[in-house]
């Protein structure tokens, strides 16, 4: 129960900040069960910026593979959501590969990250920087 309330607060914390409480994970109910949750963020000039304006980003799109390279889950939020909470996913690693989109459609920046999502309820990965390209 303690868990199961962290991590509403930790969602509900996440939602009225500007991330995209999304529930189209994997489905794992037969087994211990967790969630994804990241912002992102853009190299500009000597530094990073979450702003997606100044960043030139319209729409990021992002995709969590397994260890195997297998698509689990892949979807695109407008940029100014500002990150994603993804849920039911089994405990293992994986990898988010995430593109930032012009407006233009054009890919500008990209981002690879591997994570281990060990820990039930949410697993925060905080800030993913995607690379100018």
Known sequence: MKIATISL?????LAFTGCVVHHDGPDCDHEPCADIGFYWEFEYGIGVTDDCILA???RVEFTILDIYDKVIYTSNR?????????????YDTYQIFLEGIDPD???????????DVFEPGLNDFDYLTLDYL
Not at 9 to 13: K, V
Not at 105 to 115: K, P
């Open 78 to 90: 407008p940029c100014s959501e500002e990150g994603a909470i993804i849920t039911d996913f089994f």
């Open 105 to 115: 459609g054009y890919v500008i920046y990209e981002g690879l990250y591997e994570v």
């Open 56 to 58: 030139g980003v319209a």
């Open 9 to 13: 607060l930790a969602a509900l914390t």
